[in-house]
């Protein structure tokens, strides 16, 4: 008797049913793939937007300034409260805007200092003005960041 021969007839019993598996997900993940109209709705077929047929709408994408405020904001609190780490690479930001942070905390430390109770709200203004002129400047990839 060999030892073993269950556990190979078990893998391979179990290596087909993936295999069925995968080919099976893959086969319906390409349904609706082709351009039948039925994606985007047909509006000379009544399927159109606005009926319930045709596509919904797209996701609302966030603007580079909205994200760039939002992430400057974020690690400026952090950072503020002694709860920052790492480098600005960690924190996943750009260099750009690890310098639009250290302007943030610097001014939040100081009306903080002089017992400013609404540092958040300055926080969030001095971020997005930050962000508002680093991408003014044409932001990575773009007029002087070339």
């Known amino acids: 008797m060999r030892r073993g021969g ?5 893998a391979g019993a179990s290596g087909a049913a ?21 994606t985007r709705g047909d ?15 797209s996701p609302r994408v966030t603007s580079d300034v909205d994200l760039c405020t ?7 609190r952090e950072v503020l409260d002694g709860r920052g780490y790492g480098d600005y690479q960690s924190m996943g930001l750009s260099g750009g ?25 300055l926080i969030d203004r001095q971020a997005r003005e930050g962000c508002l002129a680093w991408y003014r400047g044409g932001g990575p990839g773009e007029g002087p960041w070339r």
């Open 6 to 10: 269950g556990s190979r007839a078990w």
């Open 43 to 57: 509006p000379a077929a009544g399927n159109g937007p606005g009926d319930g047929h045709g596509s919904a709408p």
């Open 97 to 121: 805007q690890y310098e639009i942070l250290r302007e943030v905390v610097d001014t939040a430390r100081a009306a903080k200092r002089q017992g400013a109770a609404a540092t958040g709200r």
């Open 70 to 76: 939002k992430i400057v904001g974020h690690w400026s």
């Open 18 to 38: 993936l295999v069925a598996v995968l080919l099976t997900g893959s086969a319906v993940a390409g349904c609706g793939a082709t351009d039948s109209g039925h």
